[in-house]
């Protein structure tokens, strides 16, 4: 055998640029769907895990996948803006009217849920509620607004510094500090919304409380502050200089009998700090302030199924879902997808297969003078066909480790780019 | 044509001894027929006959690629046609020495393994240390020595040759057999060639059996069988 190896060895070696050809066009007919495979279980199990780990979301009609997704990894619940010069160059063009839609206070994919929805829940003592509010960033990073119960629902640890306690600080994930460069004492800037958006979101200042450990989840990647924080970015809530205080008389538009008109030289803080905290207010009624979804954690099964029976009712105005059916259906859909996509991979490799046959025959064919001499010698028939036979497996073996070290990476590779799926 | 004799002197173990040999490939017209050939050990026939007479054939039937219809053909004291396929394939690699013209070289094996390649074809055969000693001898004898690890594709056509003289001699064969293995050499790379085939005959005292048409070689065999002349082999 070893002699029979050694031959068919030598045969590969010397015409390596074919065997090379071949062991790379069938280890990647095997690599492509293997690691489709992969890719598609370990999404499909970071995306389960993090979504068994929720039980129940509450948020506004529309998209449950929206909500989902939202709530889960912390998607915008808005589109990306459109500079106002490109109504401008539709019209210049002469071809169409250009009709501009503002949505930013109602986003078309995630309308916002009023905040009195998270003291219902708790109200009915049947679940814990916690509020997430993800409109903003800061340079990228998804700002999340919520109440310090998320930490301790995804078991998040800190690896510096201590939680949000204070209007205005944030807690980082490990990601996001790294991506941001800021760590415990630091200071980061919420990215404002709009630049000429007077009615609020001014970029806020927030001290940074704690770095968390690395999590492997979305949580790496957000700036978690308390969820009036994320008001105050919104300008829900502000603070700014004492117009009632002797001296304050060049901010003052009008003075009523029972108010004080500002005019816009009052100064608005963008940094929360002891000395200001107390000038802090709403405008408005918190109950009735944004939040982008609750999550909802029954204090056991039955409360669930009761307080999903209260949201099914009709007239609800707020819709509840439970991420795992959402994230089933999702999958399957996925799944779909890549069962198709196997399917082309399979006809791929089918033909790959007949390519690669008719390599071998057609090789044979030439080799058939050097097959003769073989015999000629005194090989048997058995003996030159387990010399061919040889070469086509080891052709097969190399592809398949070839296949099988690519499939490794991607998984290795695969499961870090996941890891944000994760739960 | 009627089957002739040729008498060659006493058959010995190690001796060629073919009778009542009749041979046609099928469905076709061609047929060989020889009565008798005897050739001793250590003796050299050197085997001539104008084109498509049959001369290939014969070292094909001696060699035991081909299966006559009828007769005899006894190598180194064992009856080819008696043996099965295996069995010959197992006779040819132990006791036959084949060169042929147009014998070809492995090109992705270098010299040595080349010369070697009948020990890693058939399992009768052991590579072993003696065995590698042998080729290398072999190699230095024919002036080879320098390049056995060299590819074939890197010789001249007269190394070639002399590389497959090499192969055929390496096991020790108790017969040669050779088609035309100087057809294409010039004369300097053939009398080498042929040095080495007959001079292995002699000392081992083997049969050698040569296809040639070159007459200037034939005063260097002991005998000439002339194929295809009445009394001797015929194609018809």
Not at chain 1, 392 to 421: D, E, I, P, Y
Not at chain 2, 120 to 129: C, Q
């Given at each position: 055998m070893s002699d029979v190896l050694y031959l068919a060895s030598r045969y590969l070696r010397f015409h390596r640029g074919k065997t090379a050809v071949l062991v790379a066009s069938i280890g990647l007919i095997l690599f492509l769907p293997a690691a489709l495979q992969v890719l598609a279980r370990q999404g499909s199990q970071a995306l389960r895990a993090r979504a068994e780990a929720t039980p129940l979301l509450l948020g506004a009609p529309g998209s449950a996948v929206d909500l989902t997704l939202a709530a889960l990894?912390?998607?915008?619940p808005t589109r990306a803006a459109t500079p106002y010069r490109e109504v401008g160059r539709v019209a210049a063009s002469g071809l169409a009217r250009a009709i501009p839609l503002h949505l930013h206070f109602r986003p078309p994919t995630l309308a916002a849920t009023p905040y009195r929805e998270v003291g219902r829940v708790a109200a009915s003592g049947l679940a814990r509620a916690i509020p997430l509010h993800l409109r903003y960033d800061a340079r990228g990073q998804r700002i999340v607004g919520t109440t310090p119960d998320y930490l301790e629902f995804r078991r998040l640890e800190l690896a510096a510094g201590r939680r949000?306690?204070?209007?205005?600080e944030c807690v980082l994930g490990a990601d996001a500090a790294r991506a941001l460069g800021a760590t415990v004492g630091d200071h980061v800037l919420s990215s404002p919304a709009?630049?000429?958006?007077?009615?609020g979101s001014f970029p806020l200042e927030m001290p940074v409380a704690g770095v968390l450990a690395?999590?492997?989840?979305?949580d790496d990647e957000a700036v978690l502050v308390d969820l009036k924080t994320a008001w105050v970015i919104a300008g829900l809530a502000h603070g700014h200089m004492?117009?009632?205080?002797?001296?304050?008389?060049?901010?003052?538009?009008e003075r009523r009998e029972d108010e004080v008109v500002a005019n816009a030289s009052v100064l608005s803080y963008t940094r929360i700090t002891p000395e200001n905290l107390d000038s802090f207010h709403f405008h408005g009624d918190p109950d009735a302030f944004p939040v982008d979804a609750v999550v909802v954690v029954p204090r056991d099964r039955k409360s669930g199924v009761v307080l999903r029976g209260r949201y099914a009712e009709?007239?609800?105005g707020i819709r509840m879902v439970v991420p795992r059916a959402v994230v089933d259906d999702l999958v399957a859909t996925l799944f779909s997808v890549k069962n198709a996509i196997l399917a082309v991979s399979l006809g791929l490799g089918l033909a790959t297969a007949a390519t690669a046959a008719l390599v071998f025959a057609l090789s044979i064919r030439l080799r058939r003078r050097e097959l003769v001499t073989l015999r000629r010698i005194g090989a048997s028939r058995r003996r030159v066909r387990a010399v061919l036979a040889t070469e086509v497996l080891l052709v097969v073996t190399a592809a398949t480790l070839l296949a099988a070290g690519l499939t490794l990476l991607v998984s290795r590779l695969g499961a870090s780019a996941l890891g944000l799926l994760g739960s | 044509m009627e089957a002739g004799v040729i008498e060659t002197g006493m058959v010995e173990a190690g001796g060629i001894d073919v009778r009542g040999l009749d041979f046609g490939y099928p469905g076709g017209e061609f047929r060989l027929r020889l009565g008798e050939l005897r050739v001793a050990a250590g003796e050299s026939v050197a085997v001539t006959g104008a084109s498509g007479c049959g001369k290939t054939t014969l070292i094909h039937l001696l060699a035991g690629i081909l299966e006559p219809r009828a007769g005899r053909v006894a190598v180194a004291g064992l009856?080819?046609?008696?043996?099965?396929v295996e069995d010959r394939q197992d006779l040819r690699a132990l006791k036959i020495g084949l060169v042929f013209q147009e014998l070809e070289l492995l090109d992705y094996l270098d010299v040595l393994d080349n010369v070697l390649l009948p020990y890693r074809l058939t399992p009768v055969l052991e590579l072993d240390a003696a065995a590698r000693g042998r080729a290398l001898e072999l190699l230095a004898r024919v002036g080879l020595g320098d390049k056995v690890?060299?590819?074939?594709?890197?010789?001249?056509q007269g190394e070639r040759q002399r590389v497959a003289v090499c192969r055929a001699l390496v096991t020790r064969p108790a017969v040669v057999l050779g088609?035309?293995?100087?057809?294409?050499?010039?004369p300097r790379n053939r009398d080498q060639v042929i040095d080495a085939l007959l001079g292995y005959g002699r000392e081992a005292g083997a049969p050698v059996v040569i296809v040639t048409?070159?007459?200037?070689?034939?005063?260097?065999?002991?005998r000439t069988l002339e194929v295809g002349e009445p009394g001797a082999g015929a194609a018809g």
């Amino acid at each position: 055998m070893s002699d029979v190896l050694y031959l068919a060895s030598r045969y590969l070696r010397f015409h390596r640029g074919k065997t090379a050809v071949l062991v790379a066009s069938i280890g990647l007919i095997l690599f492509l769907p293997a690691a489709l495979q992969v890719l598609a279980r370990q999404g499909s199990q970071a995306l389960r895990a993090r979504a068994e780990a929720t039980p129940l979301l509450l948020g506004a009609p529309g998209s449950a996948v929206d909500l989902t997704l939202a709530a889960l990894y912390f998607r915008p619940p808005t589109r990306a803006a459109t500079p106002y010069r490109e109504v401008g160059r539709v019209a210049a063009s002469g071809l169409a009217r250009a009709i501009p839609l503002h949505l930013h206070f109602r986003p078309p994919t995630l309308a916002a849920t009023p905040y009195r929805e998270v003291g219902r829940v708790a109200a009915s003592g049947l679940a814990r509620a916690i509020p997430l509010h993800l409109r903003y960033d800061a340079r990228g990073q998804r700002i999340v607004g919520t109440t310090p119960d998320y930490l301790e629902f995804r078991r998040l640890e800190l690896a510096a510094g201590r939680r949000f306690a204070l209007l205005g600080e944030c807690v980082l994930g490990a990601d996001a500090a790294r991506a941001l460069g800021a760590t415990v004492g630091d200071h980061v800037l919420s990215s404002p919304a709009g630049a000429f958006d007077v009615a609020g979101s001014f970029p806020l200042e927030m001290p940074v409380a704690g770095v968390l450990a690395p999590s492997g989840t979305a949580d790496d990647e957000a700036v978690l502050v308390d969820l009036k924080t994320a008001w105050v970015i919104a300008g829900l809530a502000h603070g700014h200089m004492d117009v009632t205080a002797p001296g304050a008389e060049s901010g003052v538009l009008e003075r009523r009998e029972d108010e004080v008109v500002a005019n816009a030289s009052v100064l608005s803080y963008t940094r929360i700090t002891p000395e200001n905290l107390d000038s802090f207010h709403f405008h408005g009624d918190p109950d009735a302030f944004p939040v982008d979804a609750v999550v909802v954690v029954p204090r056991d099964r039955k409360s669930g199924v009761v307080l999903r029976g209260r949201y099914a009712e009709p007239g609800a105005g707020i819709r509840m879902v439970v991420p795992r059916a959402v994230v089933d259906d999702l999958v399957a859909t996925l799944f779909s997808v890549k069962n198709a996509i196997l399917a082309v991979s399979l006809g791929l490799g089918l033909a790959t297969a007949a390519t690669a046959a008719l390599v071998f025959a057609l090789s044979i064919r030439l080799r058939r003078r050097e097959l003769v001499t073989l015999r000629r010698i005194g090989a048997s028939r058995r003996r030159v066909r387990a010399v061919l036979a040889t070469e086509v497996l080891l052709v097969v073996t190399a592809a398949t480790l070839l296949a099988a070290g690519l499939t490794l990476l991607v998984s290795r590779l695969g499961a870090s780019a996941l890891g944000l799926l994760g739960s | 044509m009627e089957a002739g004799v040729i008498e060659t002197g006493m058959v010995e173990a190690g001796g060629i001894d073919v009778r009542g040999l009749d041979f046609g490939y099928p469905g076709g017209e061609f047929r060989l027929r020889l009565g008798e050939l005897r050739v001793a050990a250590g003796e050299s026939v050197a085997v001539t006959g104008a084109s498509g007479c049959g001369k290939t054939t014969l070292i094909h039937l001696l060699a035991g690629i081909l299966e006559p219809r009828a007769g005899r053909v006894a190598v180194a004291g064992l009856d080819m046609t008696s043996l099965a396929v295996e069995d010959r394939q197992d006779l040819r690699a132990l006791k036959i020495g084949l060169v042929f013209q147009e014998l070809e070289l492995l090109d992705y094996l270098d010299v040595l393994d080349n010369v070697l390649l009948p020990y890693r074809l058939t399992p009768v055969l052991e590579l072993d240390a003696a065995a590698r000693g042998r080729a290398l001898e072999l190699l230095a004898r024919v002036g080879l020595g320098d390049k056995v690890r060299r590819p074939p594709g890197r010789l001249s056509q007269g190394e070639r040759q002399r590389v497959a003289v090499c192969r055929a001699l390496v096991t020790r064969p108790a017969v040669v057999l050779g088609d035309e293995p100087t057809g294409n050499l010039d004369p300097r790379n053939r009398d080498q060639v042929i040095d080495a085939l007959l001079g292995y005959g002699r000392e081992a005292g083997a049969p050698v059996v040569i296809v040639t048409h070159d007459h200037e070689l034939l005063p260097r065999f002991d005998r000439t069988l002339e194929v295809g002349e009445p009394g001797a082999g015929a194609a018809g």
